[in-house]
């Protein structure tokens, strides 16, 4: 009888392979995770979990290895997007620290293993947040992690938790070290609702940290204004948020990965002329144009742009990126002259625009002057005749990739400054500066694919370029372009019919548009930012009472891309600007005659690379230490907030005294709240500079405004020395008072 049958050789040879299969895999997976454990110092079993994590979502994680390295007693203050981000954090910071996870994160299945690797409490916001254990850890060298609330712009319940954790951290005398997971909040563990945060499976993940410091430090060091504790942390937190999602990259490249997690089919613009467009619809737009512009010119040359807020603007903006072009924004309210001489100073050869337009807005005088000036006119209707099926075929195939590659640090955009109070100045801003600029506002105020901005503003103004156009296209935001914010009827009509939530624009604008506006037209609206001038009292009232909607101010200047401090739902103060943005730096100088406020410099991402000189170069920044003199005399509060006295330029001399031109106004306007107000400084023989006020009120006397400023406690010597009556206040295209051609009125009644 034979015995039992051996196993085929095929059948060993089988098993064999598939466990030598198994053994390298093992082996492979051992190898990536010893690797991880020398390159982030984290512990073998850390490794071993961590590493499914990193490959999966391609993770960023260079900088978490100082975040281990920090010195205890240290807080580790997460902003909590994700159930991803407790699994990271447990994986990558050291095994001895204590994590305070929300019930939600404390009961998920798929944490568990991850919660093996360090200790965990489970903190409920409903209960007193207890510190006294918290804080006895701490001063035991102890490593605390906190997770945040993932919302730029915590309700009072919300700061609890960010009051709690500045106490605790003041009383231990322990570090913050700010961190912050970009992209989690898309993933299927978000917080953040889908209409917010459409889910992706696999989003590249950027875990970015900030070195420690103490927010007692953080809170009082120099560069930055006062501020409390609280706010010292929520900045902190801000600014890891800013670290994490500013990349290098180009504004083209960003739109293009915007297109790709938000969806290659979403609409993303529309006006009431073309309709809409898809960011796929957008880009291939984009793309076609762009081979025509790079044809007509050299790589990174400037080109201008002359368009209204349209979907034909959008592409031709995306165009002019997509061919390495810098796009020169022509300001076509600014007259001939400055348009020549926008053209001459930035030796532009080529303007893009559309007969169409030009027929509409009557400025024939303005191809003209800028015909005149050497450039040729390149118009949109041509190209668009000359599109083959070829170039079409071509632009939907490859429309995620620019024509011509550009550098993030390279300039992507000149602006020109208003030109209110003289020439205006072209202003070189890079895709970095453009881009950290957004990464900054987001940090403040929350922007969602759930949006609708209502864009009235002009590109050629900054806000209506950064704000209006460049961050909702990179953030998911549909926008509704509308050529004009002067049709003051309509404006309000179209916000009832679209009912958008966001608007940017300035008090001119919304105080007529309030006027002319029915009762709700715009309460579909969430947020709605000022800025350029000061908002009057009658203007938000307005708003409050017939649209039950809150105006916030905002601060910016074209040299800082533009938005330096704005007042959130969180943060906010009647009278200011608003605070800092994340990341910037401020300083203030004494000027002679000024008392508590000083002249504002300010440093950060988003200031300009330079001006563009008459003669054609650049003016590099880095001549002055990257700071901008903002020329802008402002006052901070103790709790970091920012408000503008007037700029150096708006204060007259008088007998050595300074006045300030703002205050004029601002008295002005309390006595006369139903007018508007300019005053200017002319020359004067004997007392050096004279003020003289221009108002839309009838039968204004300046002996009225002296004994008004009187009972209100000024100075006798801010009264105007003259008052000049007139039908209107000239305004820039950009809302802002135009005190170039105020002060050409007030010096010819003067002659």
Same mark, same amino acid.
């Given at each position: 009888m034979s015995g039992a049958a051996s196993p085929p050789r095929h059948g060993r040879n089988r098993l064999f392979t598939i466990a030598l299969v198994v053994a390298c895999i093992a082996a492979a997976y051992l190898v990536g995770a010893l690797t991880q454990t020398y390159r982030l110092g984290i512990s073998v079993r850390q490794a071993i979990l961590y590493l499914p994590l990193k490959l999966i979502w391609r993770v960023s994680d260079g900088r978490m290895r100082k975040a281990r390295a920090a010195d205890a007693p240290v807080i580790y203050a997460i902003a909590h997007q994700s159930q991803m981000d407790p699994?990271?954090?447990?994986?990558?910071?050291?095994?001895?620290?204590?994590?305070?996870?929300?019930?939600?994160?404390?009961t998920s299945g798929w944490l568990?293993?991850?919660?093996?690797?360090?200790?965990?409490?489970?903190?409920?916001?409903?209960?007193?947040?207890?510190?006294?254990?918290?804080v006895r850890h701490l001063k035991g060298n102890g490593r605390l992690a906190v997770y945040f609330p993932q919302t730029v712009e915590p309700q009072p319940r919300e700061l609890r938790l960010f009051r709690a954790v500045a106490r605790i951290a003041a009383r231990a005398d322990a570090d913050i070290v700010a961190v912050h997971v970009a992209r989690s909040q898309f993933l299927p563990w978000s917080k953040l609702s889908e209409e917010q945060a459409p889910r992706r499976l696999f989003p590249k993940l950027v875990a970015a940290s900030l070195a420690p410091i103490s927010l007692e430090t953080f809170a009082s060091r120099g560069a930055r204004p006062p501020t409390s504790l609280t706010n010292a942390l929520l900045d902190r937190v801000a600014e890891a948020r800013v670290a994490a999602t500013r990349r290098k990259r180009t504004l083209f490249s960003t739109l293009s990965l915007a297109a790709r997690g938000f969806g290659a089919d979403r609409i993303i613009v529309e006006d009431g002329i073309a309709g809409s467009l898809t960011y796929r619809q957008l880009m291939i737009a984009g793309r076609v144009l762009g081979g025509r512009f790079g044809a007509v010119s050299n790589g990174g040359e400037i080109v201008g742009l002359m368009a209204p807020n349209s979907v034909a603007m959008a592409s031709a903006f995306v165009g002019l990126q997509s061919a390495g072009?810098?796009?020169?924004?022509?300001?076509?309210?600014?007259?001939p002259s400055n348009a020549a001489a926008a053209v001459r100073m930035c030796r532009i050869r080529t303007v893009v625009s559309s007969r169409a337009f030009v027929e509409r807005a009557q400025i024939d005088d303005i191809?003209?002057?800028?015909?005149?000036? #050497?450039?040729?006119?390149?118009?949109?209707?041509?190209?668009?005749?000359? @599109?083959?099926? $070829?170039?079409?075929?071509?632009?939907?195939?490859?429309?995620?990739?620019?024509?011509?590659?550009?550098?993030?640090g390279a300039t992507a955009v000149v602006l020109f400054t208003s030109g209110s109070e003289g020439t205006p100045k072209g202003v070189e801003l890079t895709h970095?500066?453009?881009?950290a600029n957004v990464a900054q506002i987001e940090a403040r105020i929350r922007f969602s694919p759930a949006d609708k901005l209502f864009n009235v503003l002009p590109v050629f103004h900054s806000f209506g370029l950064t704000g209006g156009t460049i961050l909702p296209l990179v953030s998911g935001v549909r926008i509704l372009f509308h050529p004009s914010p002067l049709h003051f009827r309509q404006i309000p009509e179209i916000a009832a019919r679209e009912k958008p939530t966001i608007m940017f624009g300035t008090d001119t604008f919304y105080a007529a548009y309030g006027k002319a506006a029915d009762d709700g037209a715009f309460s579909s609206l969430r947020l709605v930012v000022a800025g350029a001038e000061p908002v009057r009292e009658?203007?938000?009232?307005?708003?409050?009472?017939?649209?039950? @909607?809150?105006?916030?101010? #905002?601060?910016?200047?074209?040299?800082?891309?533009? @938005? @330096?401090?704005?007042?959130?739902?969180?943060h906010f103060r009647d009278g200011s600007v608003g605070r800092l943005l994340p990341s910037m730096r401020c300083r203030l100088e004494a000027?002679? !005659?000024?008392?508590?406020?000083?002249?504002?410099?300010?440093? !950060?991402?988003?200031?300009?690379?330079?001006y563009i000189r008459p003669d054609g170069r650049s003016s590099d920044l880095s001549a002055t230490d990257d700071w901008l003199d903002t020329g802008d005399i402002v006052s901070f509060?103790?709790?970091?907030?920012?408000?503008?006295?007037?700029?150096?330029?708006? $204060?007259?001399?008088?007998s050595g005294e300074m006045v300030s031109l703002a205050t004029v106004e601002r008295l002005a306007q309390q006595l006369w709240p139903d007018a508007r107000h300019a005053a200017v400084a002319l020359p004067d023989k004997k007392r050096g500079e004279r003020i003289v006020l221009a108002t839309t009120q009838p039968g204004a006397a300046r002996a009225a405004l002296g004994a008004f400023a009187k009972q209100q406690g000024a100075a006798a010597i801010a009264a105007p020395e003259a008052i000049l009556i007139v039908d209107d206040i000239p305004t820039l295209g950009s809302g802002k008072t135009d005190y170039a051609s105020v002060r050409d009125m007030a010096a010819g009644q003067a002659g």
């Open positions: 699994a990271l954090m447990l994986a990558l910071l050291p095994d001895d620290t204590l994590h305070i996870l929300d019930e939600a994160s404390a568990e293993p991850y919660r093996a690797l360090a200790r965990t409490i489970t903190f409920n916001a409903e209960h007193v947040f207890v510190s006294r254990r918290l072009c810098v796009a020169a924004m022509i300001n076509y309210s600014a007259g191809v003209a002057a800028i015909e005149g000036a #050497g450039a040729r006119m390149l118009w949109l209707e041509d190209i668009r005749k000359d @599109v083959t099926a $070829f170039s079409r075929a071509a632009g939907a195939m490859f429309w995620r990739w620019p024509h011509t590659r550009a550098k993030a970095n500066n453009l881009l009658d203007t938000r009232l307005l708003w409050i009472e017939r649209f039950g @909607v809150r105006i916030v101010e #905002g601060y910016g200047m074209t040299e800082a891309s533009p @938005v @330096v401090a704005v007042n959130t739902a969180s000027e002679e !005659g000024i008392e508590d406020a000083g002249r504002l410099w300010l440093s !950060g991402p988003n200031i300009m690379r330079g509060d103790n709790d970091g907030y920012l408000t503008i006295r007037g700029r150096m330029k708006r $204060f007259a001399k008088i």
